[in-house]
Every structure is written in C-alpha cells, then in structure tokens.
C-alpha cells in the first residue's frame, strides 16, 4: 500500500511559466517531506524538505508548501528552466515503528520545454 | 569529495549465479540504504541500516541479502538472482536516518542489473 502518491505520471510546461508538481500522503505520522530530482543515468539529488511544523520553505527557484489537513505537498517551480527537465520524486521518512524507512512516490517527469 | 561510490555500474548475469553490488561511502555516515527503481514503480527501498551490524527490511527485501561489518560499507547480494531482479539499483547513505532537521540521502550513481 503506497504511503506517498505522486498522481501524476508527466507534467510539460513552458520555459518561464510556474511548475507545480503535486504529492499526496496517507500516514499522518510523517513529518519530514523531502523533493528529490533525478536525471536519467544518475542518482537521485536532493532538492529541498519541508518539516511538518511549516507550511512552506523556499529555495530560490523552488518552494514546497504542506497542507497538514488535506496530507499533501506541492512543489513550485518559478520560473521553470530546460534543465529544471527530470524526473522528480516526493519522499516522507518514517516515524516511530518505521523510523528509518524513507517513502518515495513513483515520480513525476517534468518537461520544459522553450 | 564526498560521495556514494557503487560498483559495477553495469551487469549482466544469468539467472542463479550469486553476485555481489557493492557500496561504500565516505562522509562517516551512520545510515545506509538500498533501493531499486522500476518503470511506473518510483523508488523502493530494499534494505536498509541504521548502523554497523543493524539491518532491516524495506518494501521488497525478497530474494535479497544486506551486511554491515563496517561503517563505510553497505553490499547487496542476491544469492539466486532471477529475472525479476533486473532493475536499477541504488545505494544511499545519511547522517542518522532518523530524518531530523530535514535530513537527506545522499544516492550513488546506480547499478543497472539485468538478470537473463
């Protein structure tokens, strides 16, 4: 039973305008959310976390807002670039009896194109 | 330079021939995992250890083994590997997994295995 649902598979947007990719979870334990991109032929890099005790971070480019209530993350892309291009993938680490499991979501393939 | 190193990055075996993947890291890192991605599945973790000679199972342990004799070093073994082993694998590391402070892993550059 996946804890972490990224509900889509793909998302294309043009160079300069907003990327939103979006991130659902169901334990109401988490409390540490992290984004991840991943390039083909490479691990994944960290991206930007977000703790359950904010409701947005900002990294330049990148912010992550949590809604606590309705259990789900989005990451903001402004303004999306051709290299911002990759997969990206939304995590949650476990808590308690699964402390030191790290959930992944199956990925959202962000495309940018000019 | 701090980093996961994971070797080989290419194999192909064949079905029931032991083989070892190995990863070692260097930022003394208490916490270390395996993963394998697959198409449409996202990342899944495997194994993983909190610290020297503490494993545990992920999501899809089956058919898989972990060690940890030492702090640096993480292998994978698959003692009767079988098809649906292929994949991409893996390895990561952090300072404690416990997730604080917004820890992160910090992942090798994958080992694509394909099991004939």
């Known amino acids: 039973d996946q804890q972490v649902k990224q509900n889509s598979p793909s998302l294309s947007v043009q160079e300069g305008r907003i990327s939103i990719l979006n991130c659902d979870y169901t334990?109401?334990?988490?409390?540490?959310f992290l984004w991840y991109k991943k390039y083909p032929a490479e691990g994944p890099t960290f991206l930007i976390s977000?703790?359950?005790?904010?409701d947005k971070n900002e990294d330049g480019r990148f912010t992550v807002f949590l809604n606590k209530s309705a259990k789900h993350l989005s990451l903001h892309i402004v303004p999306s670039q051709p290299g911002d291009s990759a997969v990206y993938f939304c995590?949650?680490?476990?808590?308690?009896?699964?402390?030191?499991?790290?959930?992944f979501g199956r990925g959202t393939q962000l495309t940018v194109w000019p | 330079e701090a980093q996961v190193t994971q070797n080989p990055r290419y194999l192909i075996t064949v079905t029931g021939k032991k083989l070892t993947v190995t990863c070692s890291q260097n930022?003394?890192?208490?916490?270390m995992s395996w993963y394998r991605q697959d198409p449409g599945l996202g990342l899944r973790q495997i194994y993983y250890?909190?610290?020297?000679?503490?494993?545990d199972k992920g999501d899809v342990p089956e058919g898989y083994k972990v060690s940890r004799k030492e702090k640096r070093n993480f292998p994978l073994i698959l003692e009767s590997p079988s098809p649906n082993q292929t994949s991409l694998y893996f390895c990561?590391?952090?300072?404690?997994?416990?997730?604080?402070?917004?820890?992160?892993?910090?992942f090798g550059p994958g080992t694509r295995l394909l099991v004939l």
């Open positions: 977000i703790s359950s005790i904010k």
């Open positions: 995590a949650a680490w476990g808590r308690g009896s699964t402390l030191g499991r790290l959930y």
């Open positions: 930022m003394n890192h208490e916490y």
């Open positions: 334990n109401s334990m988490f409390d540490y």
């Open positions: 250890s909190m610290n020297v000679e503490v494993t």
């Open positions: 990561a590391s952090s300072l404690v997994g416990t997730g604080q402070g917004g820890e992160t892993q910090y």
